[in-house]
């Protein structure tokens, strides 16, 4: 394996990464948030409203979920949980969000993936109205990000975007690796960084982007990651993305995350980058935990919004 002295015998010099913050930008963007909230309400408007599904007992779902309502709660939105029995059958779940549908006191319904076996989640998410599903995954809502148009986002690629724009990382004719296509996160991520910013200025990035995934050679994703100024990483594989793929000064953002018991027994959140070796070739870095995790909350909680102010304009 090449060492790091290879990059210093091309001429590149060293460097550590300014480490991304994304709890501290999440907590900034909540602040924001409740200041939002509390003047859409003083305008006479109720509080934005939100409930999340869970079905069975998986326990990383309900600590997600838990994390979710309680980031609702601190930011002045009215969020519930509603929890079902691994039993509930498919028909049951549907009927369950068509009475949220039609509940004009629901803004915005999010079911926590992944779903028992038994359902079909492609089904199960384009049941929730588009006008409230604010976890983007409604193929309306994915077909308008596709074409560039005003949508709800999916939290954890809208995160990845906000991330890149507050800490002014230059994307226009950039490089761009998407490391992972699942339609949730690497597509509408990839999607966001080639699409055009004279059509949505918010969005709109102007990469020239690479899509790589399980099936791209060892060889390939390596030449595509050393060519590149900026690499997200969205397959849960620990440690996919090392040192030696790395082109000195890139910005490499880690939304891989993965559970793994260490040498002394203990288990730990890991994501797919190589952090201690990669950090020192990188510009800039998302750790894991305490990068796109916190903002990915943050952007749903944006989101709830949006789909509240929508809603009431409709009303």
Same mark, same amino acid.
């Given at each position: 394996?090449?060492?790091?002295?290879?990059?210093?015998? %091309? &001429?590149?010099?060293?460097?550590?990464?300014?480490?991304?913050?994304?709890?501290?930008?999440?907590? @900034?963007?909540?602040? @924001?948030?409740?200041?939002?909230?509390? !003047?859409?309400?003083?305008?006479?408007?109720?509080? *934005?409203?939100?409930?999340?599904?869970?079905?069975?007992?998986? $326990?990383?779902?309900?600590?997600?979920?838990?994390?979710?309502?309680?980031?609702?709660?601190?930011?002045?939105?009215?969020?519930?949980?509603?929890?079902?029995?691994?039993?509930? !059958?498919?028909?049951?779940?549907?009927?369950?969000?068509?009475?949220?549908?039609?509940?004009?006191?629901?803004?915005?319904?999010?079911?926590?993936?992944?779903?028992?076996?038994?359902?079909?989640?492609?089904?199960?998410?384009?049941?929730?109205? /588009?006008?409230?599903?604010?976890?983007?995954?409604?193929?309306?809502?994915?077909?308008?990000?596709?074409?560039?148009?005003?949508?709800?986002? /999916?939290?954890?690629?809208?995160?990845?975007?906000?991330?890149?724009?507050?800490?002014?990382?230059? +994307?226009?004719? =950039?490089?761009?690796?998407?490391?992972?296509?699942?339609?949730?996160?690497?597509?509408?991520?990839?999607?966001?960084?080639?699409?055009? &910013?004279?059509?949505?200025?918010?969005?709109?990035?102007?990469?020239?982007?690479?899509?790589?995934?399980?099936?791209? $050679?060892?060889?390939?994703?390596?030449?595509?990651? =050393?060519?590149?100024?900026?690499?997200?990483?969205?397959?849960?594989? $620990?440690?996919?993305?090392?040192?030696?793929?790395?082109? *000195? &000064?890139? +910005?490499?953002?880690?939304?891989?995350?993965?559970?793994?018991?260490?040498?002394?027994?203990?288990?730990?959140?890991?994501?797919?980058?190589?952090?201690?070796?990669?950090?020192?070739?990188?510009?800039?870095?998302? /750790?894991? /935990?305490?990068?796109?995790? $916190? %903002?990915?909350?943050?952007?749903?909680?944006?989101?709830?919004?949006?789909?509240?102010?929508?809603?009431?304009?409709?009303?």
């Amino acid at each position: 394996m090449r060492s790091h002295t290879y990059y210093e015998s %091309m &001429g590149a010099a060293r460097i550590m990464a300014q480490i991304i913050d994304g709890k501290a930008l999440a907590k @900034e963007i909540k602040d @924001e948030l409740k200041t939002k909230i509390q !003047s859409y309400i003083n305008l006479g408007n109720r509080a *934005p409203s939100l409930r999340c599904i869970i079905v069975g007992e998986d $326990p990383a779902s309900h600590t997600y979920v838990r994390n979710k309502i309680q980031a609702a709660i601190d930011v002045g939105i009215d969020a519930t949980t509603l929890k079902y029995d691994a039993t509930l !059958s498919e028909d049951e779940l549907i009927a369950a969000i068509n009475s949220l549908n039609t509940d004009n006191n629901v803004d915005g319904i999010l079911v926590q993936l992944p779903l028992p076996g038994k359902m079909d989640e492609r089904k199960v998410c384009n049941t929730v109205a /588009p006008e409230k599903d604010v976890d983007g995954f409604h193929i309306t809502n994915v077909g308008q990000l596709c074409l560039d148009m005003p949508t709800f986002v /999916p939290a954890t690629a809208l995160a990845v975007v906000e991330i890149l724009k507050r800490y002014k990382i230059d +994307t226009f004719g =950039r490089n761009a690796v998407v490391v992972g296509r699942s339609k949730n996160v690497g597509m509408p991520i990839a999607m966001m960084l080639h699409s055009d &910013g004279k059509h949505d200025s918010k969005l709109g990035m102007d990469a020239t982007v690479t899509v790589c995934h399980r099936y791209t $050679p060892a060889e390939q994703l390596e030449f595509f990651c =050393r060519n590149a100024d900026i690499i997200i990483t969205a397959t849960g594989v $620990p440690k996919l993305i090392k040192a030696t793929m790395i082109k *000195p &000064g890139a +910005t490499i953002i880690d939304v891989g995350i993965t559970r793994i018991t260490d040498e002394q027994g203990k288990t730990k959140l890991v994501g797919d980058v190589d952090y201690e070796e990669v950090s020192k070739i990188a510009g800039a870095i998302t /750790p894991v /935990p305490g990068g796109v995790g $916190p %903002m990915t909350v943050a952007m749903l909680m944006h989101n709830t919004l949006q789909a509240a102010q929508r809603l009431a304009r409709k009303n």
